[in-house]
């Protein structure tokens, strides 16, 4: 199985703010990388999709890069709306494996 | 909009079989352009894939779960089930029905709200 390693696992940042999440694959996936954002009590929603594809209602404020095994996930100025678990998703092949999760804290 | 519904009894004993269904509405479960899946989230760990299927039966799943997993899809109720055999406490989990993109990139999304089941005696 492809092993998905998030960093930081938690985050503590304000309103405006700049931030960056890390993915790394243990091995190759090319750009089958999908980011989810959860937050207590309810079911993950896709924001990014093929590593860098914002899908559709998705603030633009939230973007993708990466390929091979490093992404990111940056989110270019923090709304209070954002405070959520961000985790990212492998897709390249079978069986599909999450990241742990970076939970993202109001300092 | 697309929604879908977990139902399911909340609670199984262990070495029993869990049961899930997910009901689909606003948009047919036989689109040719996507599966639809479990994903599984123990208390307070990361998400876990489950398997998934496609509107004419094809189904695929995680070899974690070993040959525990059945899905099945009902398309003339818009529905897709799971079951889990043998289940044991390391199966408590919230569990989530998903749509799935299809063609090669695997995306989940939307989800159901998703279902809490607990393995206890």
């Known amino acids: 199985d492809i092993q998905m390693t998030q960093s930081p696992s938690s985050l503590s940042a304000s309103v405006g703010d700049r931030v960056t999440i890390t993915c790394r694959a243990s091995q190759s996936i090319s750009t089958y990388l999908n980011w989810y954002q959860q937050k207590p009590g309810r079911a993950p929603k896709l924001l990014i999709y093929a590593a860098s594809n914002l899908q559709s209602g998705v603030p633009s404020r939230f973007s993708g890069s990466g390929s091979g095994t490093d992404f990111t996930l940056t989110i270019s100025s923090l709304q209070r709306e954002d405070f959520a678990t961000y985790c990212c998703q492998q897709s390249y092949s079978a069986p599909y494996t999450f990241g742990q999760g970076t939970k993202l804290e109001i300092k | 909009q697309l929604q879908l519904q977990e139902s399911g009894p909340g609670l199984v004993k262990p070495s029993e079989t869990l049961s899930l269904t997910c009901t689909v509405s606003g948009g047919s479960i036989s689109s040719g352009s996507y599966y639809w899946g479990w994903i599984r989230q123990p208390p307070g760990k990361g998400l876990e894939w489950v398997g998934s299927i496609y509107y004419s039966g094809s189904t695929y799943s995680n070899p974690s779960l070993k040959s525990r997993v059945t899905i099945s899809v009902d398309t003339s109720k818009n529905q897709f089930s799971l079951k889990l055999s043998s289940v044991t406490a390391a199966d408590t989990a919230v569990y989530y029905c998903?749509?799935?993109?299809?063609?090669?990139?695997?995306?989940?999304?939307?989800w159901g709200q998703g279902t809490l089941v607990t393995v206890s005696s």
């Open positions: 998903a749509r799935q993109e299809y063609s090669s990139l695997n995306w989940f999304d939307p």
